[in-house]
């Protein structure tokens, strides 16, 4: 399994990094912290895991971008990046053999859940390997994240070049010219995302792979601080002035907006 880097902010007894630090075979992690949180931390998880801010970095967009220098500094090819208090996970699959309209969603174990999702990314980059014009390097999904939360099962498999959300496959090998700016409070993942399809790379959203979590910002600990301070409407307006048509403010105040990804799609 690819390994997982995960900013971490007053939840150290997360279920989802309990997960992951028992996970068997081991799964190769970070933790990214602050330093005064390490002795909270470190009664649950070994300080190899741990891995302690700057104290200078403060920001989401900020700690992302330590992690992309991190990855990079240990010579991966692709991350997992991830919120820290993921809870349930679903995946769907025939009920008949040989089936493609009968579907059926099933909670399974954490394990499970990526074994079986790297599978099919795994898939999905060797047939685009066979496929691309070698001249055409940039033509390739370079982040794959999951459905958050399913009200209705999709029709569609997979949806390409959309907004990823709380988890994702980073492929670090073929981007290393992509940067998280520094200047978000707030949607720097998405700005992230934008900057990939601006570049010419495609993302994809594997909707048969479903995860459930908290809503940004609502859960105890994490960025809940910074969103009682207005860090969301921050990042909205930040995204506004660097991408004017990409976004509708529908309220601004209640922290509610649209992105346009239809015109991102090739």
Known sequence: MYPFYIPSIYRPNSEFLLKIRDASPNIKYYIIIAKHQKSDYA???????????????????????????????????KIWMSDDDLSKFFFKHNTEKDSSSDKHLEEVDFITFFNKAEDVIKEIVLNESLLRNKKDKKSITVQF???????????KEFIQNTNIGMIQLLDIENTKNIQYDKSFDTLEDTDFTVQLLNEGFKNLLLNEFIFTAPQSGKGKGGLE??????AKQKGMLRFKEKYPDLIDIVDLEKGKYKINWIKLRR
């Open 43 to 77: 009664k649950n998880f070994p300080l190899k895991n741990l891995v302690i801010l700057p104290d200078h970095i403060i920001k989401i967009s900020e700690i992302r971008q330590f992690i992309l220098e991190l990855a990079r500094k240990n010579k991966e090819t």
């Open 145 to 155: 994240g999951f459905k958050y939360t399913a009200f209705g099962l999709q029709k």
């Open 225 to 230: 601080g910074q969103y009682k301070e207005g």
